[in-house]
């Protein structure tokens, strides 16, 4: 019931193109959060989703959370280079306990 | 403001040794965290604490203690190092009720 999957697992794209990755759970959740992870660094929130059917933009990334509360995805438009990263979905039910996705490790060729 | 820090950033024991590592956060953020990540995985969380005097446990707590002593420091206690946790530890912290958490450079541990 912990498991997050997250697809796809890495993604090589042109600089300039569109980016989607989704996230999927069979169970349902209260809130949907996007991370970013930069070689050697610790992860950084992108955008967090609290409502089923919520539409989130950040700049460039666009994020939403399922009707059905067990998946999520996020958009990249008109990547650039320093967008490579590995991105993570994560979730929650209480605040107290966060439960990751494996990561979509995406790299950008200029 | 520091944010999180942690340290050390890179260690590397021998099997049956022990160690501390440390985590500290300057933001007053009640809840702290620690959570490993192994090559090509996401994160996995051990141990995590709502404040000071309270801590418990995450998904793979086995091989590992905490202690919340004061609001600023999450330190992680591994007494037996084995070779399987050999892994990047993060820390992180975040307010209560909310759910952005703030999560420190991580620790490369390698156990040999």
């Known amino acids: 019931g912990q498991q997050l999957n997250q697809s796809p697992q890495s993604m090589f794209i042109q600089e300039g193109e569109d980016v989607s990755m989704n996230c999927t759970s069979s169970?349902?959740?209260?809130?949907w959060l996007w991370y970013k992870q930069d070689p050697g660094e610790g992860p950084v929130l992108l955008i967090a989703l609290y409502k089923a059917g919520e539409l989130t933009s950040n700049g460039r990334l666009t994020a939403q959370f399922g009707i059905t509360r067990k998946d999520s995805f996020l958009n990249i438009s008109a990547s650039i280079p320093s967008d490579v990263g590995i991105y993570f979905c994560a979730r929650s039910n209480t605040g107290n306990q966060f439960y990751f996705g494996t990561g979509t490790s995406l790299t950008v060729i200029p | 403001n520091a944010g999180v820090t942690q340290t050390p950033k890179f260690r590397i024991l021998k099997i049956g040794q022990s160690m501390t590592l440390q985590c500290t956060q300057d933001?007053?953020?009640?809840?702290m965290y620690w959570y490993r990540q192994d090559p090509g995985m996401g994160l996995k969380l051990i141990y995590y604490?709502?404040?000071?005097?309270?801590?418990d446990k995450g998904e793979v707590p086995n091989g590992y203690n905490v202690s919340r002593s004061t609001t600023e420091d999450f330190p992680l206690r591994l007494e037996l190092a084995a070779p399987s946790q050999t892994s990047v530890y993060f820390c992180?912290?975040?307010?209560?009720?909310?759910?952005?958490?703030?999560f420190g450079p991580g620790t490369r541990l390698t156990v040999t």
């Open positions: 169970s349902i959740f209260n809130t």
């Open positions: 604490s709502v404040g000071a005097g309270i801590t």
């Open positions: 933001m007053n953020h009640n809840y």
């Open positions: 992180a912290s975040t307010l209560a009720g909310s759910y952005e958490q703030y």
